[in-house]
């Protein structure tokens, strides 16, 4: 799939180098496996990225995978499996968009968690299994501020 996904960028890049490409959703991979970086050709980005060029991805999420925070928990880990990811334009700005990537985070108000035993939080699930279990997602979802200017 993320071939598939490359393709549908370097299309839009074909007609406008300078395209505001914004890619989220679950991945069901983690920002350093070879299908995001490679393939997708996703590049981590955190406050150490010094040049930012318009016709590469950037994941702005990285660096909650980098200091071992995520989505998803699986046996007491979080992984970082719900990703955004933006085309440097976007990231750089200018025109009538601005992603503000400073405003990137981690949805995670208490009321989305629930007692990962022995310690920790964990998602509230809406099921386990094919059993109801009244919460939400056994993911939390990311978040970045976008502006639009007239």
């Known amino acids: 799939m993320a071939r598939y996904l490359r393709e549908a960028v370097d299309s839009l890049f074909d007609i406008n180098d300078k395209a505001k490409v914004l890619i989220l959703g679950d991945f069901n991979d983690m920002p ?9 050709g ?11 060029v318009d016709r ?3 994941n702005i999420t990285y660096k909650f ?6 989505t998803y928990r699986f046996q007491q ?3 970082m499996l719900d ?4 085309s440097g334009a976007l990231l750089q700005g200018g025109g009538k968009t601005e992603i503000l990537e400073k405003s990137t985070r981690i949805f995670s108000p208490e009321w989305l968690l629930e007692d990962d035993k022995p310690v920790g939080k964990k998602p509230f699930r809406t099921y ?7 919460g939400f997602s056994d993911h939390l979802p990311v978040l970045v501020d976008i502006v639009l200017y007239k």
């Open 32 to 40: 350093d496996n070879n299908s995001i970086v490679k393939v997708l």
């Open 42 to 52: 996703a590049n981590p980005f955190s406050a150490d990225t010094t040049q930012v």
């Open 56 to 58: 590469e991805l950037y």
């Open 65 to 70: 995978h980098k200091e071992g925070r995520g």
């Open 77 to 79: 880990q979080w992984n």
């Open 83 to 86: 990703q955004i990811i933006v």
């Open 128 to 134: 386990i299994g094919m059993r109801y279990n009244g």
